[in-house]
């Protein structure tokens, strides 16, 4: 019989092969924790009273749900116990999060969104949470913003763990992606995909089709390329991780571009760079794929502040590359 490895197998068998990833182990080793965690919760969010409006908006001017404050403080707490993390950034926390006593032997930073997609919960589709996990700077304080700024390219762990049909990990430290699905009756994640690679045929196309008014021309003369010339199909969840997550499998393209809602001509991005475009963007171009952010490769793109918004163009290379060329037609 060919048994699917536990995820303590395998990062029993990669400590044994890189015992320098020890640190790294660990904090999958914790995401996981989290992960069957925030699964439990959101499976019976109908039924624990978590559903809906906490009654604030964050630092994004966005209206926080029970659920984000519930995953938010659960990251931070079991987070900042381990002693891994000198400091961590989150969407639902306006500056960098002091690990006082506990970060100070750690050697990593994280950032995360502790609840993606939140506005799905209410209507039962999927959510998921997003890290990205880099190496502290000791040139500056741990809670300095800079620590967060690093380009993408330097992480050493970036992920996601999608909450649907079923609870699945998704991450890469540099050789890869892994994706572990949760077996509940187990309580355990199970080696389910490894060295994914996003396909070759793009077929489908993600993107919020009311906002094409508000496009660009470049961004508008794409999407028409992806219909008229590529006859692909349009897939839109609207949680950036199922989204993406649909991507690495099925191939295609995911785009959140900029957009000018007010009509003064400033096209502006909506998804965050540090725990939403730089992880995905590793895992995407780990999978063979490119993400920019409409110029470069978005993995190259020095970070200015720590809830920066940037436009994401993910997944398939060669029609990405295409787009890039600044030459549609
Ligand atoms: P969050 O719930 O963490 O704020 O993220 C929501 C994001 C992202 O997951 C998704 O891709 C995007 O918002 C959808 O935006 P539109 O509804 O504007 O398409
Ligand atoms: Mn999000
Ligand atoms: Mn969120």
């Known amino acids: 019989m060919n048994l699917p490895l536990t995820l303590s197998q395998f990062l029993i068998k990669q400590l044994a092969r890189h015992p320098e990833r020890d640190g790294l182990v660990a904090i999958i080793s914790d995401l996981s924790t989290i992960g069957k965690i925030i699964s439990n919760h959101t499976n019976r969010a109908g039924v624990v009273d978590m559903i809906g409006s906490a009654q604030k908006m964050n630092i994004q001017g966005e209206e926080v749900k029970k659920l984000d404050v519930f995953c938010n403080e659960l990251c931070k707490d079991y987070l900042r116990q381990t002693g891994n993390f000198a400091a961590m950034a989150s969407e639902e926390e306006d500056e960098v999060v002091d690990m006082g006593e506990f970060g100070k032997e750690a050697k990593y930073i994280i950032a995360f969104d502790p609840l993606d997609g939140s506005h799905n919960v209410e209507v039962n589709l999927p959510v998921g949470t997003i890290f990205s996990v880099q190496r502290l700077l000791n040139q500056f304080e741990r809670t300095d913003e800079r620590q967060f700024l690093q380009p993408g390219r330097d992480q050493v762990l970036a992920g996601y763990i999608l909450y649907s049909a079923s609870t699945v990990l998704v991450f890469s430290w540099g050789d890869g992606v892994y994706e572990f699905t949760l077996d509940q009756g187990l309580g355990e994640f199970l080696l389910t995909r490894e060295k994914m690679s996003v396909p070759a045929e793009c077929a489908i196309y993600s993107f919020n089709e009311g906002a094409y008014r508000y496009l660009g021309d470049k961004d508008k003369k794409f999407i028409d390329y992806l219909k008229e010339k590529k006859s692909c199909s349009l897939r839109y969840v609207a949680a950036m991780v199922a989204d993406v997550h649909r991507t690495l499998i099925k191939g295609g393209i995911f785009l959140h571009p900029a957009v000018d809602k007010k009509g003064t001509g400033e096209y502006k991005g909506k998804l965050r760079l540090n725990?939403?475009?730089?992880?995905?963007?590793?895992?995407?171009?780990?999978?063979?794929?490119?993400?920019?952010?409409?110029?470069?490769?978005?993995?190259?793109?020095?970070?200015?502040s720590l809830h920066q918004r940037v436009p994401v163009i993910l997944g398939n290379k060669d029609i990405i590359e295409y787009y890039l060329q600044n030459n549609l037609i």
């Open 275 to 304: 725990y939403e475009a730089k992880p995905m963007a590793y895992l995407v171009e780990q999978a063979g794929g490119f993400c920019t952010e409409s110029k470069g490769n978005l993995l190259d793109l020095p970070g200015e």
